[in-house]
């Protein structure tokens, strides 16, 4: 693992633990000792090589999102009892004024003792939101997944092919896929971007349902999303383009009562000992090139320059 991700775990088991102490009335050294041998376990499991067990990390960082979570709604609880407060001393004062002559300066002096408790909460509460909102950016950051799809990220990737890379020779074939959703920029026109979102996590969770264990997805940026699979022949990685063309084209999302249908184009290429994760990635665009300019909706493939 990255330095980044070990420094996070690490970091989310201390809070964790400082955590499970403060809500106990009588924390014991047992309970201690039990935390950080679960936790010592958890992170040894972690293979370096396999991106799989970044499923791990992603349990942590899901975790730790539920804590941020449980912050914001403890704190928005807090926030509405001091407002039922508030509007329980504005109908006490109400009540006070309806039964005696009004006491102006008095009154004005209650109200303005009101607004000000008012002004007071509403700024612990955007900076609440403030703090938040940065703890949720600084996770997504570390986090190998992305936010909105839920698959493998862009930092992923760069991981995943640099190791791969980094081996040089390997005793199987591998190919590579860029997909990329045809006339996206037009759907966001059309629909809005919460329809193009809602585009990017049905094609996720396509992809994630056809593909074999051992393949992996990134959203390799925007719209582009990129496949790795492993072990297959180019006949049956020509199969699995297709079913997964076929899919897409076939599949429609409803949005807002309207049926929204998309294809996509992509480009594949074999791992070929010598590759780097940008040549691997470049060979991949052109092929992806290829599909756009002959037409989108179809796949075609790229080898390295010597034809093999």
Do not use: W
Not at 27 to 33: M, N
Not at 121 to 141: C, Y
Not at 162 to 176: A, E, Q, S, T
Not at 208 to 234: A, Q, S
């Amino acid at each position: 693992m990255q330095k980044e991700d070990l420094k996070s775990l690490v970091t989310q088991m201390y809070e964790e633990l400082i955590e499970n102490i403060d809500t106990q009335d009588e924390a014991t050294k047992e309970q201690v000792v039990t935390y950080l041998y679960d936790a010592a376990s958890t992170i040894a499991s972690i293979k370096d090589s396999d991106i799989d067990s970044t499923e791990h990390a992603k349990l942590a960082f899901t975790n730790t999102y539920k804590e941020i979570v449980d912050q914001s709604l403890s704190s928005f609880r807090d926030s509405n009892q001091i407002f039922e407060e508030i509007a329980q001393i504005h109908q006490n004062t109400m009540s006070e004024c309806s039964k005696i002559h009004i006491d102006l300066p008095s009154m004005t002096e209650k109200f303005k003792s009101v607004q000000i408790q008012m002004n007071n909460e509403v700024e612990r509460a955007n900076s609440i939101i403030t703090e938040l909102t940065i703890q949720v950016k600084e996770l997504e950051r570390n986090s190998n997944l992305d936010s909105l799809t839920k698959v493998f990220n862009r930092r992923a990737l760069t991981t995943y092919l640099n190791n791969l890379c980094d081996k040089g020779d390997i005793p199987y074939n591998l190919h590579l896929l860029v997909l990329d959703i045809d006339d996206f920029k037009i759907i966001n026109d059309t629909y809005g971007h919460i329809a193009g979102d809602k585009i990017l996590i049905f094609i996720a969770n396509m992809l994630r349902r056809t593909l074999r264990d051992g393949d992996k997805v990134f959203r390799y940026g925007g719209e582009e999303f990129v496949i790795v699979l492993n072990r297959i022949t180019p006949e049956v990685c020509l199969e699995i383009t297709n079913r997964i063309l076929a899919l897409v084209r076939n599949n429609r999302l409803i949005y807002k009562g309207e049926s929204l249908n998309v294809t996509m184009s992509i480009g594949a290429t074999k791992y070929f000992k010598g590759d780097t994760p940008d040549s691997i990635i470049d060979r991949a665009d052109k092929a992806l090139y290829k599909s756009k300019s002959g037409g989108k909706n179809q796949m075609n493939t790229e080898t390295i320059p010597d034809g093999n």
